[in-house]
């Protein structure tokens, strides 16, 4: 197993990112490949001490850097030996398994779509995070990718991620929902109405129906279905409200010295509540229809976050599933086709 990583995507890159990779290497065994200036990456790994391991890696060496500030598309413009455009060149080519980056978002989508492609017969690729709820895990999906989305798109958003969630995640017969304004089988605008018919008739899916944003965190999916438009401001209002009720804690039990008695106790309670609220548990996203695994790296990510998103890159690369997608989505075909 290869997994290609951009070493100069995200605010903490590149010493957190090969960080991360070296510890990565060691928990999972699999062969790190490193994209980004040779010079800076060689700098970087002496700094943290593992100049003599990172060394003998092989390293795809390239001068540019994509920034949070660059255009999209300037992955396949004027970006082309960036990091992140080098690194996934050389998966489209097969010199590795998977590539993975904690670089900008939607360089990394169109990226993936123009340079790796689509599955055949998917219509978008999806940004699909992996964040907790009250018990366990669900996916997202778009959480940004597709700004605009026509319905057959979200019903291939719900047959890929009830695949990855079964596939990588281990949840039989995932629950597939269709986030909405209400649950209501009327409720919505046009685009929530016909989505809502082709999951409906989909086979392939558990289709569980409408939801609300508030029952999200509470077990109402396992897959959450939307637009990228909403998916995005749900996703990011879900992170902040978690990060305020954890501060609120933290505030509460230490505003006094009867508040720090209290939290002593239940101090091994509040860290593994912190550790189940923590997005960053689970490093990031697939995204979900390229034709290869592509994987995107929380974008504040330090060592141990790159290191969790490995093992889902390792996962996801080894599962098999980019096979199940083609024939899930194929099988869907006339349906989907139907609704255009």
Known sequence: ???IVDAFGGDNAPNEIILGC?????ELGTEI???????KILAAAKEINCF?????WQILDCDDEIT???EATSVVKEKKNSSMAVGLQALADGVGDAFAS????GALVVGATMIVKRIRKVKRVSFAPIIPKYNGFLMFSDAG?????RPEMLLQFGIMGSVYMEKVMGIKNPRVGLANVGTEEHKGDELRHEAYKLLKKCTDINFVGNVEAREIPYDAADVVVSDGFTGNIIIKLFEGVAMVVMDKFKEVLTKNFK???AAAVVYSDMKELKKTMDYNAYGGAPIMGAAKPVFKIHGSAKANTVQSALKLTRDYAESGIIEEIAKAVSGKDRQIGSAE
Request: proline share 0%.
């Open 1 to 3: 197993m290869k997994i």
């Open 22 to 26: 070296v510890q990565s290497k060691a």
């Open 33 to 39: 490949i490193l994209s980004g200036n040779r010079e």
């Open 52 to 56: 003599d391991e990172v060394s003998a």
């Open 68 to 70: 949070m500030d660059d």
């Open 102 to 105: 904690a670089g900008n978002s």
């Open 145 to 149: 990718a597709n700004i605009e989305c």
């Open 259 to 261: 508040n720090k008695l």
